[in-house]
């Protein structure tokens, strides 16, 4: 070579340019930024997607996408975004960076969030958001608009065919906080994260009313009162780490089996035994309120119970849990509050998780002991006949595995929209021994009916009985002993699973009420 260059100098022009840009791609807002984001004690973008996979997993795409600005190019468009893996397994992955002018969606990077989320669907995993952004780039308004694909509309299609998550880190407004409301779950961080259509100051603009960020979209507002987002959390580690255990119970994607955790695993409560604290845990007597969560503790392995939305509609517990390894989700009456009833805000709760659940075959398993659907004029007013008919739906059209166990109580409509019907797909149903049922309770039903003493006494006999009559008639497949519960509901799941069925999407026909 002339001068004693190598064939290798040509390159290193070449060479520098791409370090020179990747450089400028991962210094996000620059320094300054990035020290007012740490000092207010969050982590940047970049840290959450490293915490949150698994090391060095992680492989970013379309880096160098980012539109020419006034102020010129701006870092990976404010949201750094690509493929790792979680656990092993494979999930796509994009952050707002709100570090670089706000975390707000430039023409790169909405461009980027419709690339990441088909990619989700075409590789079938699951997609993860991590938001704190303030939506659309007010500079957008000046381009020139081409009609193009958008992330909301691939979003849309991603509800059971591949888990999709997003964690609120920060005030999320507008279409990311749309994001967020298209996601099967989504984590708020308590004091920090807020989801919004419109922040404080286009309210005010736009409405005259004065309103802080926490008042308007923060954790209460969305984990508590509105049902957007299913958990609330203290800190940014909390949320990852709820991620990972959230996505540890589905599958990848609709095609595939909930993974099953053994004991190579590191799970050793996989065995059967006896559940003899229920007997201390639930009283027999309908008129004593007890909290069921200590009981679904009990009944599943280890510390596998991870509540859904527990802030919530919570006269219903929603969770997913563990039984012998398998993933399972649960639908639960809580009579410590409302005595059970359940009321529009629970209903449209677990409709919501039975769909989603069902979408991902995960086994279903109702713990009924309700009194049935809430009555009164608030109630109607509220639409509960509307709610409870949902999810009555969404249990009926669940296609997999579904167990219904009557706890201690279930009148009218309230054992229907608990799985009990033997005509909806029920797999098996129990019943321990002191239960009482009805079409609604004896007391009530008589001073309805203007019954006669000795009618009324009939009745009351009758909704003593327990589970007698319906177990000789087969309704129930077993009355169990409370000792029995977990022990019967592990030989039923691992007698239902059908690893020769061919799983894929559950197709959707009708809409529900």
Known sequence: MDGGESANDGWAPWIEALAQRRAFARSMGGSERLARQHAAGRLDARERIRRLCDEGSFRELWMLAGGDEPQGPVAADGFPCGHGLIDGRSIALGAEDFTTLGGSIGVAGATKRERLARMARDERIPLILLLEGAGARASKALDRYIPHPHDLGTMADLPGVVPTVAVVAGASAGHGALTAALSDFVVIIRGQGALFTAGPPLVKASLGEIVDVETLGGAHVHATVSGVAQLAVDSEEEALAAIRRYLSF????????????????????????????????????????????????????????????????????????????????????????????????????????????????????????????????????????????????????????????????????????????????????????????????????????????????????AEAAGPWKLASEAAYDDVIHPAELRDTLLDTIELAHRPSRRLEPVARFGYLP
């Open 250 to 461: 589905l599958p990848s994607n609709a095609w595939e089996a909930p993974p099953w955790v053994g004991p190579a695993d590191g799970n050793a409560d996989v065995n059967r035994r006896r559940t003899d604290a229920v007997l201390a845990l639930l009283p027999p007597d309908a008129r004593r309120a007890y909290d069921v969560v200590p009981i679904l503790r009990e009944v599943f392995d280890g510390d596998s119970v991870f509540e859904i939305a527990p802030e919530h509609g919570q006269s219903i517990i929603t969770a997913f849990a563990r039984l012998g390894g398998h993933a399972v989700a649960l639908v639960a009456n809580q009579p410590l509050v409302q005595a059970g009833a359940v009321d529009t805000v629970a209903t449209a709760k677990a409709a919501r998780f039975v769909e989603m659940a069902s979408s991902f075959h995960v086994p279903l398993i109702f713990f009924a002991d309700n009194p049935g659907v809430m009555a009164g004029a608030a109630s109607e007013r509220a639409g509960i006949l509307r709610a409870a008919a949902r999810l009555y739906a969404a249990q009926h059209r669940a296609t997999g595995i579904k167990i219904h166990v009557t706890l201690r109580k279930a009148f009218g409509f309230g054992s229907s929209i608990m799985g009990f019907n033997q005509y909806d797909g029920r797999t098996f149903a129990f019943a321990l021994p002191a239960v009482t049922l009805g079409v609604m309770p004896a007391r009530a039903g008589g001073a309805v009916a203007k019954a006669t003493a000795t009618a009324q006494q009939a009745l009351e006999s």
